[in-house]
């Protein structure tokens, strides 16, 4: 079955730099687009960025784009979330989720890390 | 990238019909039939019930059927039950090649 595993949040102070992972496993991973979508404490899902499943497109929400960065590793069946300058407003569970097969929807879903910035 | 509309909250007794409406522009659900729908129980993660304004993945009831005219979505759960009682998020697909959600719907099952 798909699972994914994130791993590396944890609390940052405002203006540092945190890198998020998450683990793929249950399909094939490198024929998959793979999105991280955040959802800030008693908030709404926001969504935050896309890859690509050849890695070429990289897509960003405007509240990141410029300061997080998405990767992948197919060998690792792995993304990554580069985030730096950190904001108090980017506090939230950032789930890693699997996009669904060109219908551009999120089909599977991580149980999510939590990223708290504070000082 | 501003927020589809959804209504804060729904309710309805079991075995009723609700509909929850998702309003965008013609940038993001007008444009393509990329409108999706998700459940979310407290402390878990959302879960896709609905893909492409009105498919089910395999293991989503036919109880939960989507719609969509011009910039509006809507996600119709009918025989309403006790487990149906979450949060309900939309999320379309836009033109500039980003995704967007709606604020969210708390369904209340009375």
């Known amino acids: 079955q798909v699972q994914l595993v994130e791993s590396g949040g944890g609390v940052v102070q405002p203006g540092r730099s945190l890198r998020l992972s998450c683990e793929a496993s249950g399909f094939t991973f490198r024929d998959s687009g793979m999105h991280w979508v955040r959802q800030a404490p008693g908030k709404g899902l926001e969504w935050v960025t896309f890859?690509?499943?050849?890695?070429?497109?990289?897509y960003y929400a405007d509240s990141v784009r410029g300061r997080f960065t998405v990767s992948r590793d197919d060998s690792k069946k792995s993304i990554y979330l580069q985030m730096s300058s950190l904001r108090p407003e980017d506090a939230a569970i950032y789930y890693c989720?699997?996009?669904?097969?060109?219908?551009?929807?999120?089909?599977?879903w991580g149980q999510g890390t939590q990223l708290t910035v504070s000082s | 990238q501003s927020a589809l509309t959804q209504p804060a909250s729904v309710s309805g007794s079991p075995g009723q019909s609700i509909t929850i409406s998702c309003t965008g522009t013609?940038?993001?659900?007008?444009?393509?039939?990329?409108v999706s729908w998700y459940q979310q129980h407290p402390g878990k993660a959302p879960q896709l019930m609905i893909y492409?304004?009105?498919n089910r993945p395999s293991g989503v009831p036919n109880r939960f059927s989507g719609s969509k005219s011009a910039n509006t979505a809507s996600l119709t759960i009918s025989g309403l039950q006790a487990e149906d009682e979450a949060d309900y998020y939309c999320s379309s697909y836009t033109i500039s090649t980003t995704w967007v959600f709606g604020g969210g719907t708390k369904l209340t099952v009375l």
């Open positions: 013609s940038s993001d659900v007008g444009a393509y039939n990329y």
């Open positions: 890859i690509s499943d050849n890695g070429r497109h990289k």
């Open positions: 989720v699997k996009d669904r097969d060109r219908s551009w929807s999120f089909d599977y």
């Open positions: 492409e304004v009105s």
